[in-house]
Structure formats: structure tokens, C-alpha cells
């Protein structure tokens, strides 16, 4: 059994305006830490609230645990853990007191699950007698994950919690998620950074309400379907600009210190063509290599082919 | 000489016993896209407060566009534009009224603002959606908006806090080329980022720990300087050492 199925959700808002969601269906086995991956306003927090059962699809069915969204909606609540995109906890009651609360919310206790918690509360614990709104933004996050966790669920669903998070604490938390998966809980999490795509096991690029793709991170590289070069020149915004004027082009955009771009034409003579007319368009410094895809070329190229189809 | 934006000397902001920010001493060139990083809670939000003349320092001296943070602050806010993570413009307002709200704030004539506003909904490709309430934009859409709206009045600097926050990788790569244009044109850009891919775009960055700034330079010579590949790695060797986190 699988520990998310959904099958052809559809939401809209709006008496049906804006498309949130547009028959999106796919499953996460048991004890998989899967990532939804995509901008805001894509569709992911229409989706989480669907599965936690605090919003209704217009279209289509889901079970989380094997309990139906919509008629079990207790049981689910019961058994998932949820951590929404903005901070949910009780600003002006300490950390500790937020924790006792959602423990007997469940029915449960810290000790009772303590073990689940520890790594994660032992590192907010020098503060729990101080109130969940006057912590860091890293100190939130760590409590909300408690929060979440204490009444042992089955299923943890988490929205972007590392969204306006710097690169030191991200990483912190994704070492928190592997060592939660090891405990068998199913993870569902969100986040509009393609590079955190490569941590979850499976993951689905999501747009405008639509699955891009879902696979393996690995597969979804795997399946760019064209060589992709890596350019460089001393100028790189003047490089950027020549290039887009290049005939034989199919897509260039910057990616940190590269510009990466695809041939219409990809034969032998393509890269020392391509350095000939940069030259002459008095470029200096020119590097040119062939470079294996990331996750977010295949977005972009995903979004892209989305878009004109 | 080549006129600075920004000249900054042992700027230094003190909350009670916490030292937000510490003595950071930087210069930024004009037309220059100075990249503005550092960790959650290392201080850039409070520095970057007093340099648009928001707060005072406690202590150190600052000119942005020329102009003393201490005693030309309201010079100051009218020679820069700003643009925060949060969305700023109203969303109840349609574009060309926002247009019209922000630049008539900055001084600018009926003429002026027809013009720009006409301008601006061209460039950016917005026709259609001119009179549409800003509200009901995709979020990437509203971003690029409120960008050019911080430039309407041609200001010589322009903050930009976390521009591109959850925005798709497409839209984000459009917003740099705005960017970019706004450079070209002798805005001096500076803007503060979550995105290391976003760090190799600028001129120069510098890195922020615990209200220092322990690196500063172009992203090439920082690489070569702490021997790493990616901006990413530079960054996490200089943070993780931080004391602090968050605001």
C-alpha cells in the first residue's frame, strides 16, 4: 500500500477563474522522503492542504495511509504531521509549552515519543522557557518540526520550510529529514530550490498546477534530451546577449558563473562555430565545454516546453 | 576619481548589549551590482536599513549617493530606490495606478508619469494587463513590476532585499536581465540574496558573519581565495562559523 495516492485531483478557486491544481495524479511509497518541486503559486500548499484535509478537491481522490481525504478525514489527522509554510505556533506561549500542547492535543506526551524529537529538540532545549515568537527564524523552524513529530505520525508533510532560509541552516535541515526517514516516517516535502531536489528520493517538478515530470532525480537528468554546454567569456552579460543572437541556438540561459545553452544543430563543428562568432563579436576569455544537466536545466526546460505546447 | 555610490567606514549599529552590525567598512562603484550576502541574522537587513536611511548608525560614518547618513537622510531616500522581499506595491491598485501612486510620491510630473508608466507597461509587456489590479498577477510578474517601479524615478542606487525569493527559474533569470538593464543604465545596483547562483552574477560580494564582513570581492577571486568550485561552498566555509542565527 502506498502511503500517498492521489488520483486526478483538480482545484480551482475563484468559482473556477484560477486552475490551482489540474488532474494531477501520483503516489509516494512507504517510508519515501519525496519532494515537490516548483515556484510559488505552482500548486504546492493547494496540494498539502488537500492531503491533510483542510481543503476539498473540486476533482479526484487521494488517500494518505490508506485513509480517504474526504471521509476519513479524522483518522488522517490523527496520524499525519503537517508543518505549513508560515510559522503556526502560539507565538506568546514558550517552547516547551507549545511542544506540551500538541503532544496532549494527540493524546501523547514529550516523553512518550522523545526519542523522535531529540536530535532536533535537544538543540532548541537551552531556550524553552522563552516564547516561540521571540526565537530565530532557524529556532522556529526546528520547533514547528517538533511540533509535527511529537505524536509520532506516519506521514509528515512539510511546506517549503526551508524557503528564506540561508545555505548553512538548509543543509542542517536536510540532515534533520534524513535522519527522520530512517525512523520509516513517509515524508512529503516542498521547496521552490532546485538544488534540494537532488536530497529527496523522488521528487515531481510542479508548475502552473501541472506535473512536469516525476522520477528519481537522477532519471529526470538522465532524460535531457540534448547536450547541454556550459560558456564563458570575460563579460558575461555581454556574452549573454551575443549568444541570444546566435543563429544555430535553441536555449541560453545564465547559470551562476556559465552561460548554459543547447545547439538547434548539434554536430562536430557547433562549438568551435560558436567560438568563432563570439570572437568576432570581440569576446575574450571564451570557454566552451559540454557539461551534464541539473535538475534546474530540466525545469527550465520542462517549463519551457509547458509553455509552448 | 571615479564617483563611489556608497563609502561605508566602521558602520556600526548596537541594540543595548548586541552589536547587530560591526564596524563594517565597504565602497561600492557607481554602475556597479554589488552583491550583498551573508546568513540569517548576520546583519544585512540592519545595515542595509541605515544606508537608505531608515536608522541611525551608532556609530562610523556612511554616504550613499554623496549623501551623510546621519544628516541627509531624507536626501538619501529620495536619490535611491528600494525594493524588500515582501511585496510592496498595492494590490488593489492596478499597475498603472501603482505607477502613477509611486512615482507621483517621488516627484514626478503628470507628464512624467504618463510617459514612464506607458513605457514601463511596454518593456515589461503588460498591455493587456495595465489596468488589471496588481493583486491578480503571478508572483514573478509582481516582482519585475515592483522593480521597475523602485526605478521609476532614475535613482542612483537602487536596494534590493531577496528579490527573487521563490521565484521560478525562468522568471528569476528575467529578473536579472532587468538587472542588468537598469546597471547598463548607471543604476548602481545592490542586493542581497539567498540564491549562490545569483552571487556569480554580480561584480563583486560581500559575505557577512555575525555583523562583520569577512569576505569581500569579485566571485572569481573569492573561489580562488577559499580554494573552492562554487560560490556555495565559499559561503557555507565562511557561515557555519557563525555564532548567530536569525533576527
Redesign the interface.
Given at each position: 500500500m502506498s502511503a500517498i495516492k492521489i488520483e486526478h485531483i483538480t482545484k480551482t478557486y475563484d468559482k473556477g477563474s484560477v486552475t490551482a491544481l489540474n488532474d494531477i495524479s501520483l503516489e509516494v511509497a512507504k517510508g519515501e522522503l519525496f519532494g515537490l518541486i516548483?515556484?510559488?503559486?505552482?500548486g504546492k500548499s493547494s496540494l498539502f492542504r488537500i492531503l491533510t484535509t483542510l481543503l476539498i478537491a473540486d476533482k479526484g481522490t487521494a488517500t494518505v495511509d490508506g485513509f480517504d481525504v474526504v471521509k476519513d478525514y479524522k483518522q488522517i489527522r490523527g496520524c499525519v504531521g503537517y508543518m505549513p509554510g508560515k510559522f503556526s505556533l502560539y507565538q506568546d506561549l514558550t517552547v516547551e509549552e507549545n511542544l506540551t500542547f500538541f503532544a496532549s492535543l494527540f493524546g501523547t506526551t514529550i516523553s512518550e515519543n522523545y526519542d523522535l524529537i531529540k536530535d532536533i529538540y535537544v538543540q532548541i532545549e537551552p531556550f524553552k522557557k522563552r516564547r516561540a515568537g521571540k526565537l530565530?527564524?532557524?529556532?522556529k523552524q526546528k520547533l514547528a518540526l517538533c511540533c509535527a513529530l511529537i505524536h509520532k505520525p506516519t506521514v509528515l508533510f512539510l511546506d517549503?520550510p526551508t524557503?528564506?532560509?540561508?545555505?548553512?541552516?538548509r543543509?542542517e535541515f536536510w540532515e534533520m529529514l534524513k535522519r527522520l526517514k530512517e525512523q520509516q516516517i513517509t515524508i512529503m516535502v516542498s521547496t521552490?530550490?532546485?538544488?534540494e531536489a537532488n536530497l529527496c528520493e523522488r521528487i515531481a517538478l510542479i508548475?502552473n498546477g501541472e506535473l512536469l515530470s516525476v522520477d528519481t532525480p537522477e532519471k529526470i537528468v538522465a532524460s535531457y534530451p540534448q547536450q547541454l554546454y556550459a560558456v564563458k567569456a570575460d563579460n558575461?552579460?555581454k556574452i549573454l546577449n551575443d549568444v541570444r543572437d546566435y543563429e544555430n541556438l535553441q536555449s541560453v540561459?545564465?547559470?551562476?558563473?556559465y552561460l548554459h545553452t543547447t545547439f538547434k544543430t548539434d554536430e562536430a563543428q557547433s562549438e568551435p562555430k560558436l567560438i568563432a562568432y563570439l570572437q568576432q563579436k570581440n569576446n575574450s576569455g571564451i570557454e566552451i565545454r559540454k557539461i551534464e544537466p541539473t535538475i534546474?536545466d530540466s525545469?527550465?526546460r520542462l517549463?519551457?516546453e509547458a509553455s509552448t505546447s | 576619481m571615479e564617483e563611489k555610490a556608497i563609502i561605508c567606514k566602521d558602520l556600526t549599529k548596537q541594540f543595548g548589549d548586541f552589536v547587530a552590525v560591526n564596524k563594517i567598512s565597504f565602497e561600492v562603484n557607481t554602475g556597479e551590482i554589488f552583491g550583498f550576502l551573508?546568513?540569517?541574522?548576520a546583519g544585512k537587513t540592519t545595515a542595509m536599513r541605515m544606508l537608505c536611511g531608515l536608522s541611525f548608525p551608532s556609530s562610523g560614518e556612511a554616504t550613499v549617493a554623496g549623501f551623510n547618513v546621519y544628516k541627509q537622510q531624507e536626501k538619501i531616500k529620495r536619490h535611491i530606490g528600494y525594493m524588500s522581499?515582501k511585496f510592496s506595491l498595492y494590490e488593489n491598485l492596478s499597475i498603472l495606478e501603482n505607477i502613477e501612486f509611486f512615482g507621483g510620491i517621488y516627484g514626478l510630473s503628470d507628464k512624467q508619469l504618463k510617459e514612464k508608466g506607458e513605457e514601463l507597461v511596454n518593456t515589461l509587456g503588460l498591455q493587456k494587463e495595465a489596468k488589471k489590479m496588481v493583486g491578480e498577477l503571478?508572483?514573478?510578474w509582481k516582482q519585475k513590476l515592483a522593480f521597475s517601479v523602485a526605478i521609476i524615478h532614475k535613482p542612483k542606487i537602487v536596494f534590493l532585499d531577496?528579490p527573487t525569493?521563490?521565484?521560478?527559474?525562468?522568471?528569476r533569470?528575467q529578473f536579472?536581465d532587468l538587472i542588468?538593464k537598469a546597471a547598463?543604465d548607471g543604476i548602481t545596483v545592490f542586493v542581497t540574496t539567498?540564491?549562490?547562483?545569483e552571487a556569480?552574477?554580480c561584480n563583486r560580494i560581500s559575505i557577512m558573519v555575525d555583523g562583520r564582513i569577512d569576505a569581500l570581492d569579485s566571485?572569481?577571486n573569492l573561489k580562488k581565495q577559499f580554494s573552492a568550485e562554487?560560490?556555495?561552498e565559499v559561503?557555507?566555509e565562511l557561515?557555519?562559523g557563525?555564532k548567530?542565527?536569525?533576527?
Open positions: 516548483g515556484p510559488d503559486g505552482a530565530s527564524g532557524g529556532m517549503e524557503t528564506g532560509v540561508d545555505a548553512v541552516s543543509k521552490p530550490y532546485m538544488d508548475q558575461m552579460h540561459y545564465a547559470f551562476g558563473e534546474e525545469f527550465i517549463m519551457t | 551573508g546568513a540569517n541574522g522581499q503571478p508572483l514573478g531577496e525569493g521563490g521565484v521560478d527559474p525562468i522568471t533569470r536579472w542588468y547598463d539567498h540564491y549562490m547562483d556569480e552574477y566571485p572569481t562554487t560560490m556555495n559561503f557555507y557561515a557555519r557563525a548567530r542565527s536569525d533576527n
